[in-house]
């Protein structure tokens, strides 16, 4: 969600040198960002109002669902088209005769392009044991990554994938589209419903603490050894360290975030390429502190606090501080090895 507040600039000391970026230092609406001065009244009020309402809603339990659509080349039988789906909180019942329900997407929405074209989607109520599945189908992916392969599934009506185990399933055919706000509100016409035999509790978010509701279901797959391999990214690294950080600080957060690395990759073991690294992993625990001690707003979202801080995406990051020599050394990989090319900054 874009920023509406005071735009200031600075340079970050953990990065390369002379790198600037803006600093948005709250998060209330699309607006295009403008200093305190160029505000007026209105607009004040309006950005007062959005970041009151956003504090309210997060003591509102939502409904999880994954919404899922599919592109068929030959024949929708058939598991060789392109297949779809996204993590959606705004889900909810607006008619039973027909029976209709909506669901929202954010602006911009590859998702929202490919429903407008395929006109049909399966709604799919997660159970309590499916975060993992709600963290799966909220990360980006990349054109052509196949979102369903580790994901057990069956085709449905035009061969909308199926996700196996939702509380709930229902397929439904395009009714209406609207644009509202920052939002593509969709509704869609129920053709057929499917739920277990056995009824499950449905997943929740409930936003607690700083955590926002991505980072609550991210954090508890993370906690479960539940995440997926292939959504255990450098992003969800940092958004690993991000959350512990915010909720224990930088202290208590280092043994949480070591024993959560080497529970994850124990789990993993046939997967990984590469094992735990101390120094590497001490280094972005530091690097994420000192950009969290310069936030100027602590309700952002995770999403918001990489905008203000892209060094920590740029693969070559610890190469500023590091020779390449030290930090392959197999010294490196069991203890915190100090820079060698210059000082870290101060972090507490």
Excluded at 101 to 122: D, Y
Excluded at 180 to 199: F, P, R
């Amino acid at each position: 969600m874009a920023a509406s507040c005071r735009v200031f600039r600075f340079v970050s000391t953990f990065r390369p040198p002379v790198i600037y970026h803006s600093v948005r230092t709250c998060s209330s609406s699309n607006r295009a960002s403008k200093t305190t001065t160029e505000l007026s009244g209105e607009e004040r009020d309006q950005t007062k109002l959005s970041r009151d309402v956003r504090r309210l809603l997060r003591s509102v339990p939502f409904p999880v669902v994954v919404v899922t659509t599919a592109k068929h080349m030959t024949n929708p039988s058939s598991d060789n088209g392109y297949l779809r789906g996204v993590t959606c909180s705004s889900f909810t019942s607006v008619s039973l005769q027909p029976p209709i329900v909506s669901f929202c997407m954010n602006k911009p929405s590859r998702m929202h392009s490919l429903l407008v074209e395929t006109q049909h989607c399966a709604v799919h109520i997660l159970s309590k044991d499916q975060i993992h599945y709600s963290v799966h189908f909220a990360t980006p992916v990349a054109e052509g990554q196949d979102q369903f392969q580790s994901v057990p599934h069956t085709l449905g009506y035009k061969g909308v994938p199926l996700i196996t185990g939702a509380a709930a399933v229902l397929q439904c055919r395009a009714h209406q589209v609207h644009d509202i706000g920052d939002h593509h509100v969709w509704y869609g016409e129920v053709l057929d419903t499917s739920a277990e035999e056995t009824l499950k509790e449905p997943l929740l978010y409930f936003a607690r603490s700083y955590r926002s509701i991505g980072d609550e279901a991210f954090m508890n797959a993370f906690e479960d050894a539940t995440l997926l391999f292939e959504d255990w990214t450098h992003e969800a690294h940092l958004r690993m360290a991000w959350n512990y950080i915010r909720l224990h600080g930088k202290e208590s957060a280092v043994p949480k975030i070591q024993r959560g690395i080497k529970k994850f990759n124990e789990q993993n073991k046939e997967k990984v390429k590469r094992g735990y690294h101390e120094t590497v992993t001490q280094f972005y625990i530091h690097a994420v502190s000192e950009a969290i001690q310069k936030m100027e707003c602590p309700e952002l979202t995770f999403e918001e606090f990489l905008v203000q801080n892209p060094h920590l995406m740029d693969p070559q990051l610890p190469l500023y501080y590091y020779s390449p020599d030290r930090l392959n050394s197999q010294d490196a990989r069991v203890r915190f090895v100090p820079p060698d090319r210059q000082q870290l900054p101060s972090a507490s």
